[in-house]
């Protein structure tokens, strides 16, 4: 089955700095990838997702990559805030499949 | 539009006993999923129900069952629980493929 591995576990960037948080996959028939933003004491929030006909896309501060061939995907966040801090999980899955395999967590934490 | 939310919040069982955790989707979203999320495991897809059928299912035992109604509303039940199944549960809710947006969760804590 598929396996979603996360890099790094923990990241600590300074207020205007940029974080970048490394997902990589192996199933190739995977073609859908979310990240989501979790905050202490609620559920994840999809801040944004790529699929497989698409190398890149962003929105405002937020940009993820894919690249297929490596089965690697990459989320880049831009000019951090503190209210950035929280922990991100990267997923992976298949359309017409619901199920989400998820990675193990990054926790962010921006200093100001 | 209101959120997905799930009821209740917070439970304490002890082992042994059964529990059944609820969850609304979204206005119009048909596809309900179910996760386990603990420390030790990270995030884990338990099954997925569409228009009252189970589409998907996960790698956890029979104990785990689940439903869904004709409103979209689902449970979760877990039969004979054991203390490893303490854990924040996670509805999430799709209208379209693949997008999934979760509630809050229910903390299942085991005594």
């Known amino acids: 089955g598929e396996n979603v591995e996360q890099h790094p576990s923990t990241l600590s960037v300074q207020e205007g700095d940029s974080a970048v948080i490394k997902c990589t996959y192996s199933?190739?028939?995977?073609?859908?990838f979310p990240w989501y933003k979790q905050e202490l004491g609620k559920g994840p929030q999809l801040i944004i997702d790529i699929r497989s006909n698409v190398g890149e896309k962003k929105d405002q501060r937020i940009a993820v990559t894919l690249n297929k061939t490596a089965k690697h995907f990459s989320l880049h966040i831009t000019e951090t805030q503190p209210e950035d801090s929280a922990v991100y999980f990267c997923?992976?899955?298949?359309?017409?499949?619901?199920?989400?395999?998820f990675g193990t967590g990054t926790r962010l934490l921006v200093s100001p | 539009k209101a959120g997905v939310t799930q009821t209740p919040r917070y439970l304490i069982k002890t082992r042994g006993q059964q529990v059944t955790l609820s969850c609304s989707p979204i206005?119009?979203?048909?596809?309900v999923s179910w996760y386990q999320q603990t420390p030790g495991q990270g995030l884990q897809f338990l099954f997925e129900?569409?228009?009252?059928?189970?589409?998907n299912k996960g790698n956890f035992p029979g104990r785990f069952s689940g439903r869904q109604f004709s409103n979209s509303r689902s449970e979760m039940n877990v039969s004979t629980l054991e203390l490893g199944d303490s854990a924040l549960y996670l509805c999430a809710s799709s209208l379209s493929d693949n997008e999934q947006f979760f509630g809050p969760g229910t903390r299942l804590t085991v005594l």
């Open positions: 129900y569409f228009s009252e059928t189970q589409r």
């Open positions: 206005s119009g979203h048909r596809s």
């Open positions: 199933d190739s028939a995977s073609n859908y």
């Open positions: 997923a992976a899955g298949n359309t017409g499949f619901q199920k989400l395999v």
